[in-house]
């Protein structure tokens, strides 16, 4: 098996069928490479289990009794799985024709990655945020904070079409070599959901292995803007991010963190 797609699930009954139907037109129209579906539902319900048995009796299902978090569902479809690549992708995308094969053949030119992101699309075709970025050292954070804050900029150039390699690309589409995850181990399941994917990018690179972005392929994401209108979805966020500090920054920047992200939320008015 060339590559294993996987999809964790919660309640999105509507927008999966659109993920899937995507898939299966795409795999059809593509020979020679060889692929696997996996939903992994975390405690769906609004029917999105039955929807994937009768519609697509193909996909491999895994259904959990309840919502146990980004990490840990996409941990089991890794474990399911058997191919050489492995493709997290959100469930609220939409994969065009051809991505899948361009992916792959990225994969296959560069042996030198442990993962591989790529251009992540709003439905009007514009970028979207976040497709990839730095270490979220206390340095980088602020300028970006300000950034956002001050002149309502991003400080990467979203559009770009420049191949390079970066220090982390979003979990939302992120292809990753079995090879190095039987290496730096699967994604950290102390992460509930955010920041597991720049988890998982660090260990890579720390372990020789690199990271690419490839804006030479997209997916639409449909979703992606919770976290902007969600007071919960910022407190996940925040913690999640103050766990990864915990897990690879000193006490120092622990407390920079901290003071940081009180002065943002006082900014912010939250």
């Known amino acids: 098996m060339d590559l294993s797609i996987i999809l964790v699930n919660w309640n999105t009954l509507e927008l999966l069928r659109r993920c899937l139907a995507s898939l299966q037109a795409q795999s059809a129209g593509e020979s020679g490479l060889a692929t696997d579906i996996w939903v992994i539902d975390n405690g769906s319900t609004d029917g999105s289990p039955d929807m994937v048995r009768r519609e697509f009796p193909g996909v491999h299902l895994v259904c ?3 919502n146990l978090g980004f990490a840990q569902a996409n941990n089991q479809g890794i474990r399911g799985s058997q191919s050489r690549l492995v493709l997290l992708l959100n469930s609220d995308t939409v994969v065009p024709l051809g991505t899948l094969v361009v992916l792959v053949r990225f994969m296959d030119a560069h042996t030198e990655a442990g993962a591989c992101g790529l251009r992540l699309v709003r439905p009007d075709g514009s970028p979207q945020p976040y497709a990839f970025g730095q270490d979220p050292m206390p340095g980088y954070l602020l300028r970006r904070g300000l950034m956002r804050l001050l002149f309502h900029r991003s400080m990467h150039d979203w559009a770009t079409d420049q191949v390079g390699v970066t220090d982390w690309v979003s979990g939302a589409c992120l292809l990753l070599r079995r090879d190095a995850l039987d290496q730096v181990g699967l994604l950290d399941e102390k992460f509930f959901m955010y920041y597991e ?3 998982l990018c660090l260990r890579l690179r720390r372990a020789g292995w690199k990271v690419f972005y490839n804006p030479q ?4 994401h449909l979703g992606g803007q919770s976290l902007q209108h969600s007071p919960r979805a910022q407190h996940v966020y925040q913690e999640s991010l103050r766990y990864f500090y915990a897990k690879h920054y000193g006490p120092a920047a622990q407390m920079l963190l ?4 009180r002065a943002y939320n006082a900014l912010r008015g939250t």
């Open 258 to 261: 901290g003071l940081g992200l």
């Open 197 to 199: 994917d720049n988890d």
């Open 217 to 220: 392929a997209s997916v639409v």
């Open 64 to 66: 959990n009794a309840a």
